[in-house]
């Protein structure tokens, strides 16, 4: 037999073999449902996540012994494994920022949980809210000024990442002050102050966890509680990743400025970058001009190995 017949033959072999099984299965669907639920089950899987027995919030221990806290921080525990692609890139981007935002926490006295508060605030990206919060901290302008924050069309600092971390810094002190305790400061952070105490007089209550607020603030405190979670034991959540995989910091040096910049592209330029690069490691700046009629002194990051070669 030529190897064209035996082509043909196996060919033919093949087609009668699929003809068969779809007869088979057409005239018995539950053979059909059977096969495919068997295969579907050995392909797929989707597992409740385990729950710790102990969790703690910058300190505080959280009653998980309490069903409806214990439900609220499985919610988040479960979007927050399964939305994988948005938790894969907080990994990624948090190796770039978090070694530039934990010093600052630091210093400043907080606690280190407050990085993830930045993280499901915005991803760590200078993301602009409906309201207009601004920047990884999503800071509103009238509280930016408030926190001491230079907002102007030209520089805006809610996307200083050093510059609004020590502003909300101050922010989150100032409300554990007031409350008593990091959950509730977290809260106004999210809803504002007036809020707050509206809702903390209203319902005669002293706990976050026992307040009824808002969608967003209810679960506020469990996203940062499921991301701090899955960040502590990536895999056993599911989460696999190299080191070359992630966002690595960004390396530059500091030139300070104290006079005006009539043309920034130009700058940038004579700088031996583009504007674009100037606007990737100094986010604050908003136009293409920094009037600075004070002289005051601005440090402007560029890209590592240039300002030496100036």
Request: charged share 25%; with cysteine; hydrophobic share 35%.
């Amino acid at each position: 037999m030529s190897k064209t017949n035996k082509l043909i033959t196996a060919i033919y072999f093949l087609s009668s073999i699929l003809v068969l099984k779809i007869f088979v299965f057409s005239s018995n669907p539950d053979r059909y449902d059977k096969v495919y639920l068997e295969d579907y089950k050995e392909g797929y899987n989707v597992f409740a996540v385990p729950h710790p027995e102990h969790l703690e919030f910058a300190g505080e221990p959280v009653p998980l012994d309490d069903f409806n806290v214990r439900e609220r921080f499985d919610r988040e525990l479960l979007v927050n494994t399964y939305w994988q692609s948005q938790t894969l890139l907080f990994f990624k981007r948090a190796n770039r920022w978090f070694p530039v935002i934990e010093p600052i926490l630091e210093k400043n006295g907080m606690p280190d949980d407050f990085k993830y508060l930045a993280l499901i605030e915005s991803g760590l990206t200078n993301a602009v809210s409906p309201a207009g919060a601004t920047g990884f901290w999503q800071i509103l302008s009238s509280t930016g000024q408030e926190l001491g924050l230079e907002i102007t069309s030209e520089v805006d600092e809610r996307y200083h990442v050093e510059r609004s971390t020590e502003a909300a810094c101050k922010y989150l002190q100032d409300a554990y002050e007031r409350y008593g305790t990091w959950t509730l400061a977290s809260a106004a952070y999210n809803m504002g102050r007036t809020a707050l105490n509206r809702q903390l007089a209203n319902q005669k209550a002293d706990c976050y966890y026992d307040l009824l607020l808002n969608e967003e603030t209810s679960r506020y405190v469990f996203r940062i509680l499921a991301v701090k979670y899955i960040f502590s034991n990536p895999q056993q959540a599911g989460f696999n990743f190299r080191k070359q995989d992630l966002y690595h910091p960004l390396e530059y040096d500091i030139l300070e400025v104290d006079s005006s910049i009539t043309d920034l592209p130009q700058f940038a330029l004579d700088l031996g970058i583009n504007y674009k690069l100037l606007r990737e490691y100094n986010p604050w700046l908003k136009k293409y001009s920094l009037t600075n009629r004070n002289n005051k002194t601005y440090e402007i990051k560029i890209p590592s190995n240039l300002v030496d070669e100036m």
